[in-house]
């Protein structure tokens, strides 16, 4: 049980992380898409920071926040769910490595 709630928190953070990183990319992509003002990325990001902070480029976080955040912790924890059944399958111990098929 331990491991499962490790893998689901792992996955939570890891989706957190993804967010944080790429929110700012995501911010700077559909500024250029809706509007005619910036010259392309770098004058997009420069003026965003100038006028706005640094905080102009993580507006809008929350909601995926809301929504990756799960997303991610629930794949972790299913992957190691899976490896699990299939270490039970295969009759191995907890620390032994699943067999690949071929």
Not at 20 to 37: A, C
Not at 39 to 48: I, R
Request: net charge positive.
């Amino acid at each position: 049980m331990a491991e499962a709630v490790k893998s689901f928190l792992s996955g939570g953070f890891g989706g957190i992380c993804l967010v944080f990183v790429g929110h700012p990319l995501d911010t700077i992509k559909v500024r250029l898409q809706t509007s005619n003002q910036y010259k392309g990325m770098v004058d997009c990001f420069q003026q965003t920071v100038k006028k706005e902070g640094v905080k102009g480029l993580y507006r809008g976080m929350a909601a995926p926040l809301v929504g990756i955040t799960p997303i991610f912790a629930v794949y972790f924890w299913g992957f190691d769910m899976g490896k699990s059944i299939a270490r039970k399958f295969e009759g191995k111990g907890p620390n032994e490595d699943v067999s690949i098929p071929g």
